[in-house]
């Protein structure tokens, strides 16, 4: 299908793009890799009066490595972050993300702000407790990953504001487990599990777990990563754990898998997420 009739503006700068997006008010859309937003926009789900293109900004694109934290610009492409070694599970998620022509065009940024529930690396941001950096035409905020996704497609940014950094800490020490379920290579995921574990003598210190479309948005598996805390890592322990992965939430059910099944998923692969970060 054909999108309906829209401006365009390519943007120069941040400060560019920040003008252009408040000057065209609530209608206004940035515009990264369009992996999201033009097929919405083919499908008259989402129907812009104004684009601006960020695309060609080099100043949102790269990543820092400093003090423990990883600032991975907006504009990086997933093709970009996934052949990273040193940045673990971001890189292996990327990595998973449809085929090399999506990685090859969608960006982070893009990823985040779309906050699509079976996208993967909102659910690496949620896990790794990590947040953004929004500035708009009152100035900077960050926005920590657990405050940034309210629903279905929908974040805290307001319309005017733009993801000039994503920021992670680069969790040393810890290890990681993503696992990501699809009926055919490069789909979307039907679920995913991020395990992150920090681990001591055979001893879980702490543990973070997030989840790939269990709801409108990612989830952290609370009472999975309670039941895992301060305890032996052993298969015995991940096992009963990981059978909490689905409590207290209320995944969709889609063409794919029923709400039951994706709960059956979420066990399943909490317990291999959690094995492969401990090693087991
Ligand atoms: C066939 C196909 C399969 C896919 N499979 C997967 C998959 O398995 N896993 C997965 O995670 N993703 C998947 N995707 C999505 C892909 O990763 C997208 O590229 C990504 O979700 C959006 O990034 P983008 O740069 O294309 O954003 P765009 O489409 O350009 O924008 C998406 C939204 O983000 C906003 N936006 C963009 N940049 C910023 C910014 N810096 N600040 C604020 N708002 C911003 C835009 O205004 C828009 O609302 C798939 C896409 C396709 C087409």
């Given amino acids: 299908m054909i999108p309906a009739e829209f401006d365009y503006h390519r943007a120069e700068s941040v400060d560019d793009a920040i003008r252009a997006l408040a000057g065209g008010g609530e209608d206004a859309k940035l515009l990264a890799g369009g992996h999201s937003l033009v097929p919405l926009m083919k499908l008259r789900l989402a129907a812009p009066s104004l684009l601006v293109d960020i695309s060609a900004l080099d100043e949102l694109r790269g990543v820092e490595t400093e003090n423990g934290t990883w600032r991975i610009g907006p504009g990086t492409r ?3 972050l996934q052949d990273r070694d040193d940045l673990g599970v971001v890189a292996h998620a990327a990595s998973l993300i449809a085929d090399q022509q999506v990685r090859n065009r969608g960006t982070i940024g ?3 702000a779309h906050a699509d529930p079976a996208s993967d690396l909102p659910t690496v ?3 790794a407790e ?3 950096e929004a500035q708009g035409p009152s100035g900077s905020r960050t926005i920590a990953a657990a405050d940034l996704f309210e629903d279905y497609l929908t974040t805290s940014l307001a319309a005017d504001e733009v993801i ?3 920021t992670m800490p680069s969790l040393d020490g810890w290890s990681w ?3 990501k379920f699809a ?3 490069e789909d979307w995921a039907m679920v995913g599990v991020c395990a992150l574990v920090k681990a001591s003598g055979g001893q879980c210190e702490d543990v973070r777990i997030g989840l790939t479309h269990m709801g409108s948005t990612p989830l952290r598996a609370s009472a999975a990563e309670e039941a895992v805390r301060g305890g032996p890592l052993d298969a015995e ?3 009963a754990a990981a059978e909490q992965a689905a409590e207290g939430t209320e995944p969709p059910g889609d063409l794919n898998a029923t709400p039951d099944y994706k709960r059956h998923l979420a066990r399943t692969l909490t317990r291999r997420a959690l094995e492969q970060a401990a090693g087991a």
């Fill in 78 to 80: 997933h093709a970009g």
């Fill in 110 to 112: 893009g990823s985040i």
């Fill in 125 to 127: 941001l949620l896990a």
């Fill in 130 to 132: 990590g947040s953004v």
């Fill in 164 to 166: 000039t950094s994503v």
């Fill in 177 to 179: 487990g993503y696992e």
């Fill in 183 to 185: 009926r055919r290579s």
């Fill in 237 to 239: 322990r991940i096992a």
